[in-house]
């Protein structure tokens, strides 16, 4: 089939009717748009529904109203829901603050710590198998890799174990209850050092050798020359990281006990009462203040987030 | 040259450090250890007994094995230290705390109980008991299942409360046995563990029929359903396709089956636990049923992912029956006054003849540490089940008390309560006449995998395909469920 081209004088600049459009970009091209269109409507309408059904009133929700506010409906839009779901959350009486505000610090800290790890360990541990010359590196990578084929849920409780077992070198007790248990053991990551060595190996190793001959290292190498061009691989480990930091949750769960040491994604949870029933509107409201820190980190790294996507070989 | 050397060697060491964390196993993990040795503590000079008036000195097995055992510890000024995990949340977990400070402040041995949120569910709790078992670890008491707490005595890690209850100095008396539904302590004897009390109950609740009595008028019925063939026929009445109204809301839930066996005059397991059998007659007829309400469309599924959707959708006026727990009670109110107002109620599930009740509700077990914390942890099970407690606690969760003398006390809370006006609290006290009818699903360890493989093997099967030879489906399903409970059963 030959898809016919018209000239672009043929169509008027600013005012394109649909027809204009599928003759100036064919109909294959316009199916490729429909269908991404489709598929991003798909992506969007989780978040849409969130934030919906967050500013509903409950009535709203069990009744199925798609839309209760004006012009369709007479409802206001119920911002107070924000208001009683961190209520509902309960109150830290240590810290005398709403717990919702305790779990969102425990979580901001537990992932920026996370992220900083993981950046300093897949540097690192990426550059060693990209650039450097080791003996028997290429075994000890796929070794590496090898781990990912490990389904994480049959690991994590051998490591909740070790986490009970661990002791805590900075005060009593063990890891278990502790920021170490929600730290350390994700402070590597396989994927972000596979991610930064696909990245680091694209970098012609002629800028190497005339960084040595200008008398660098390769500490110097790497922070002076390899970071910088990396910057779009290395927001793509950091945002990959955060997102999987922020929103983690069985293991908090598992390794934690105290209501002051637990993180947002659990907080989310205590709006399923079993055998009961759930608030799904404060359920929302919940989850659209765990869901913010994430879209904004998005919105300021997403370019260079698709260029480390594309530039890495991982793009489907 | 020395920085090459120093950054290969740093880089290697985090490879290293990766790939060793990366196929770490767990070490070999001991079975449960006392978690703290409790220091010998001198009693008062003044209080010792004259050394001729002593009493013959009685070995403590950890855990005690006879009453007389646990007589013989003592606890004074030991100050121990008691762990709960429960499900419940923030709320509950406050009030649940409010309780143990009382208990706190008044106990005279110095022991302090304190609450903790395990999870949300009962299956994340069990998740987490698991590890904790696995590190020897496990706290001094929570919630479980009589199925969960079998697991857990598989691996040595819960104690039978028998010699604890029967104490003289620390048990109930005969009295408070009496008080206690008889049917919610036999329900924690274990059969896998010849009749071993794994657990104790500080509240309970059951599966019930969830009505719209409004719509059952509106087709001509002035009662809810008795038989499962009423059952059908109003259900099938009810449906109006095109309005997306339908009579039943089914559930992907094994809970829901065993209802439906139980009411059928079937069981899921044998009485002494030995082996799986809801391929029997009444099961059989129970999935038949099934098949035919969506064969004629009677019945609507709601998703595994649609959390809640039946009430969502009964609290709409979408489905007029519903089978669910009674603790679901005070959330259907809210939901059909949000909802669709319509007159609505709860009554014993249909049967065939003889009335049946699922009972639910998770109990509370101990875990083998000492023999002191093993009866501080008793006597907060005791103390959370006295007639105060289990009042106070049924009226803040919507749970049902598990003292016969608390009653009275928790219906007039409930009458006194707007939250319960119309009536409910009517509804509410029926329920402990249905008490006496309870059946237990299966107390047995691995019962966890066949509620899944129930599920799976079963319903998904029969509902996607009502014409499904029922007995086949049943009878693959008790094999494979036979071989996980071999799998499982006491070595």
């Known amino acids: ?316 | 040259m020395k920085t090459r050397k120093l950054f290969v060697a740093l880089s290697l060491l985090v490879v290293a450090g990766l790939v060793l964390a990366g196929c770490a196993q767990p070490t070999p993990t001991p079975a449960p250890k006392p978690a703290a040795k409790v220091e010998p503590t001198k009693a008062p000079a003044a209080t010792q007994a004259p050394a001729a008036t002593k009493a013959p000195e009685v070995k403590i097995s950890n855990p005690p094995k006879t009453a007389e055992e646990v007589d013989a510890i003592e606890l004074k000024g030991k100050n121990v230290t008691v762990l709960y995990w429960h499900n419940r949340p923030q709320k509950d977990q406050d009030f649940l705390q409010g309780m143990l400070d009382e208990f706190n402040k008044s106990n005279p041995y110095g022991i302090t109980a304190k609450a903790e949120i395990g999870g949300a569910s009962y299956n994340d709790v069990y998740n987490k008991i698991n590890a904790a078992i696995q590190a020897g670890q496990p706290p001094e008491i929570s919630v479980a299942y009589q199925n969960q707490a079998a697991f857990y005595r598989a691996q040595g890690a819960v104690i039978d409360l028998a010699p604890f209850v029967k104490s003289k100095k620390y048990g109930l008396a005969e009295a408070d046995l009496k008080d206690y539904f008889q049917t919610f302590l036999d329900s924690d004897k274990n059969p896998q563990y010849k009749g071993e009390v794994l657990g104790f109950p500080t509240q309970r609740s059951m599966e019930v029929l969830y009505y719209n009595a409004d719509w059952l008028k509106q087709i001509g019925y002035n009662e809810p359903p008795k038989t499962w063939k009423e059952f059908e026929e109003m259900a099938c009445k009810a449906t109006n396709k095109e309005q997306k109204k339908y009579g039943w809301a089914f559930r992907h839930d094994a809970s829901n089956w065993a209802s439906f066996v139980f009411t059928h005059g079937g069981r899921i397991i044998t009485e002494d636990g030995s082996a799986y059998v809801f391929n029997s007659d009444a099961g059989v007829q129970a999935l038949q049923l099934i098949q035919r309400m969506f064969e004629k469309g009677c019945a609507v599924e709601i998703p595994t992912s649609e959390r809640y959707g039946e009430q969502n959708r009964f609290a709409n006026g979408e489905v007029m029956f519903v089978l669910a727990s009674s603790s679901g009670l005070p959330f259907y109110k809210e939901a059909v006054d949000k909802g669709a107002k319509h007159k609505w109620d709860i009554t014993i599930p249909p049967n065939t003849g003889k009335p049946v009740i699922n009972l639910y509700g998770a109990s509370v077990s101990v875990y083998k540490t000492t023999p002191e914390k093993e009866l501080a942890a008793w006597l907060v099970i005791k103390f959370l089940g006295e007639k105060t407690q289990t009042a106070k606690w049924a009226i803040n969760t919507g749970y049902l008390p598990v003292r016969q003398s608390a009653v009275a006390d928790v219906v007039a809370a409930y009458k006194a309560n707007p939250a319960w006006a119309g009536g409910l609290d009517a509804s509410y006290a029926r329920m402990f006449d249905w008490a006496k009818y309870a059946m237990v699903e299966a107390p047995v360890a691995g019962y966890d995998p066949v509620r899944a493989l129930i599920d799976k093997e079963i319903l998904s099967k029969a509902i996607a395909d009502p014409k499904a030879d029922a007995k086949k489906l049943l009878d693959e399903a008790v094999k494979q469920a036979n071989a996980i409970l071999k799998e499982n059963a006491p070595k």
């Open chain 1, 1 to 316: 089939m030959t898809v016919r081209s018209v000239p672009p004088s043929s169509v008027r600049p600013g005012r394109l009717s649909i027809a204009g459009l599928i003759a100036r970009a064919g109909w294959s091209r316009l199916a490729i748009y429909l269908l991404l269109t489709l598929g991003a409507l798909g992506a969007v309408f989780p978040f849409i529904y969130m934030i919906t059904t967050s500013l509903k009133t409950y009535g709203s929700v069990i009744t199925g109203n798609l839309w209760p506010w004006p012009p369709l409906g007479a409802e206001t839009l119920q911002w107070k829901n924000y208001a009683d779901a961190i209520d509902a959350i309960g109150w830290d009486k240590q810290w005398g603050m709403y717990l919702f505000f305790r779990y969102a610090i425990n979580s901001i800290f537990v992932t920026l710590a996370v992220v900083a790890g993981v950046m300093i360990t897949s540097v690192l541990a990426a550059y060693a198998f990209a650039q450097m010359h080791v003996p028997g590196k290429n075994f000890l990578f796929i070794l590496l890799l090898a781990t990912i084929m490990i389904p994480g849920d049959l690991t994590i409780v051998p490591k909740a174990v070790m986490m009970y077992q661990f002791k805590n070198p900075f005060g009593s007790g063990s890891w278990y209850n502790n920021y170490l248990a929600l730290i350390v053991p994700f402070l590597a990551s396989v994927f972000g050092i596979f991610l930064l060595r696909q990245f680091f190996m694209q970098i012609p190793k002629d800028l190497f050798d005339a960084a040595l001959m200008d008398g660098s290292g390769h500490t110097r190498y790497l922070l002076t020359i390899v970071l910088p061009l990396s910057r779009p691989a290395l927001v793509s480990v950091a945002l990959i990281n955060f997102i999987w930091a922020w929103d983690s949750f069985k293991w908090p769960l598992l390794v934690t006990r105290d209501s002051n040491m637990r993180v947002l994604a659990v907080g989310l949870q205590q709006f399923l009462v079993q055998e009961g029933g759930t608030k799904i509107q404060l359920m929302m409201a919940f989850s659209s203040m765990v869901v913010v820190p994430v879209i904004v980190f998005y919105f300021f790294t997403q370019q260079y987030f698709t260029q480390g996507i594309t530039t890495t070989g991982l793009k489907g």
